[in-house]
């Protein structure tokens, strides 16, 4: 009986003493370590973040100078081949140039002769043949693009006239052309000769 009692009072004792202080309880609530660590992470997160995001930003904007760049490159090889082709064109619109300066002195020649042997009669016999044959090689030349320079009346014009002669004129003007002592032609808009001419003062 006497030890019963004295458990008893032990156990008693020892339930006072836990009531008083209780052992302490675990939680969830983080220390401070734990909460530096956690946003030291997510700074690292952010930082990561943002630079992928400029990294992002950086290529795009490498890809639209890439992209400039490739369109001009269109536009410069597109503006070569316009230019190449038409320097062909025109290489191949006045390739005959050369050829119609060649020409030019059989023109004279034959217009002479017409001029200064037409009216003789010793020439008779040939001066319908030799007006034939002015005649069909101007013909094939104007269909080639040559054009006489029509000058005779008309105002001086030093991109077209050649003037190696003046004298005053009763009627005309002054910087008229009053007398053309060589033909002048153009083929098609290029000047091939000036015509030698005679201008009113």
């Known amino acids: 009986m006497s030890e019963d009692l004295k458990k008893s009072s032990k156990d008693s004792a020892l339930e ?10 675990e939680t969830d609530t983080p220390t401070k370590p734990e909460k530096k660590s956690k946003a030291k992470k997510a700074d690292v997160k952010d930082e990561r973040i943002a630079a992928l995001e400029a990294e992002v930003i950086r290529l795009n904007a490498a890809v639209e100078e890439y992209k400039d760049h490739h369109l001009r490159n ?5 503006n070569f081949k316009r230019r190449m082709t038409e320097e062909k064109i025109k290489d191949r619109q006045y390739a005959n140039v050369e050829v119609m300066k060649k020409l030019l002195p059989i023109l004279d020649h034959l217009e002479a002769a017409l001029v200064n042997e037409g009216q003789k009669e010793a020439f008779q016999p040939f001066l319908k043949g030799f007006q034939m044959i002015h005649k069909n090689l101007l013909d094939t030349l104007t ?9 005779l009346e008309q105002p001086f014009d030093p991109t077209l006239h050649e003037a190696v002669m003046t004298e005053e004129h009763p009627s005309l003007p002054s910087q008229t ?25």
């Open 16 to 25: 006072e003493t836990e009531r008083v202080n209780p052992e302490p309880q």
């Open 143 to 151: 269909s080639e693009g040559l054009q006489v320079i029509e000058a």
């Open 177 to 201: 052309v009053i007398q053309e002592f060589q033909k002048g032609y153009k083929f098609k808009d290029r000047l091939l000769r000036a015509t030698m001419v005679k201008v009113s003062e």
């Open 74 to 78: 269109q536009a410069e090889l597109q």
